[in-house]
Nanobody, 119 residues
Framework: QVQLVESGGGLVQPGGSLRVSCAAS????????MRWYRQAPGKERELVAA????????NYADSVKGRFTISRDNAKNTVYLQMNKLKPEDTAVYYC????????????WGQGTQVTVSS
């Protein structure tokens, strides 16, 4: 079965850096685009970054452009989100996401990892 397991969240001071990871299993990871979403308390879940199956193309929300970098290692079935120059408004639960095509598209989410930016 498909599993997405995030790790690497934590507490960081404003201006600091953090890298979160998502280990994938149960599907052919190298065939699928991957995304990071986040959800802050009282707010809707929003797309933060996306990367194509080969890693050749990436996209970012305007709020994180120039500060966050999404990458992947298809040999390790893992996608990363490097977060630099963190701000308090980046505080959220960060979720890994993919859509796997079988007989129909199936959406999968990880359990999420908490990132808190505070002094």
């Amino acid at each position: 079965q498909v599993q997405l397991v995030e790790s690497g969240g934590g507490l960081v001071q404003p201006g600091g850096s953090l890298r979160v990871s998502c280990a994938a299993s149960g599907f052919t990871f190298s065939r699928y685009a991957m995304r990071w979403y986040r959800q802050a308390p009282g707010k809707e879940r929003e797309l933060v970054a996306a990367i194509t199956s080969t890693g050749s193309s990436t996209n970012y929300a305007d709020s994180v452009k120039g500060r966050f970098t999404i990458s992947r290692d298809n040999a390790k079935n893992t996608v990363y989100l490097q977060m630099n120059k963190l701000k308090p408004e980046d505080t959220a639960v960060y979720y890994c996401h993919t859509v796997v095509l079988t007989t129909y598209p199936q959406i999968y989410w990880g359990q999420g990892t908490q990132v808190t930016v505070s002094s």
